[in-house]
Nanobody, 128 residues
Framework: HEELMESGGGSVQAGGSLRLSCEAS????????RGWFRQAPGKEREGVAV???????SYAESAMGRFTISQDSAKKILYLQMNDLKPDDTAMYYC??????????????????????WGQGTQVTVMS
């Protein structure tokens, strides 16, 4: 019952768009906070966008104005629409469900994310 399955990653030219999807099991979707996190080679994991059960959203500064997180509660699918992609967005993107603060801090991860449920990840590569 613990399942998060990401899809939609790929390679794209700078300025292009991708939409990531995350299919969640019933149990996963019951977690109040759901979000997208990423990790680039040699870098720490960081939050990208988070949405709570009431639809409130939080974004990393780097994602504001370019990325949009949304959810289809009926289908239990989490989305991340990424526009105007930049080479710095290249990373493995993970869908995460957790209990805690449904927010993306300026640095690090909020309590609860590390102990939450992480999907296998989907690779996003942006070419300059």
């Amino acid at each position: 019952h613990e399942e998060l399955m990401e899809s939609g990653g790929g390679s794209v030219q700078a300025g292009g768009s991708l939409r990531l999807s995350c299919e969640a099991s019933e149990y996963m979707y019951s977690m109040y906070c759901r979000g997208w996190f990423r990790q680039a080679p040699g870098k720490e994991r960081e939050g990208v966008a988070v949405i709570d059960g009431d639809g409130m959203t939080s974004y990393a500064e780097s994602a504001m104005g370019r990325f949009t997180i949304s959810q289809d509660s009926a289908k239990k699918i989490l989305y991340l629409q990424m526009n105007d992609l930049k080479p710095d967005d290249t990373a493995m993107y993970y869908c995460v469900a957790y209990r805690g603060w449904c927010t993306v801090p300026k640095e690090g991860l909020v309590p609860g994310v590390d102990s939450g449920y992480w999907g296998q990840g989907t690779q996003v590569t942006v070419m300059s």
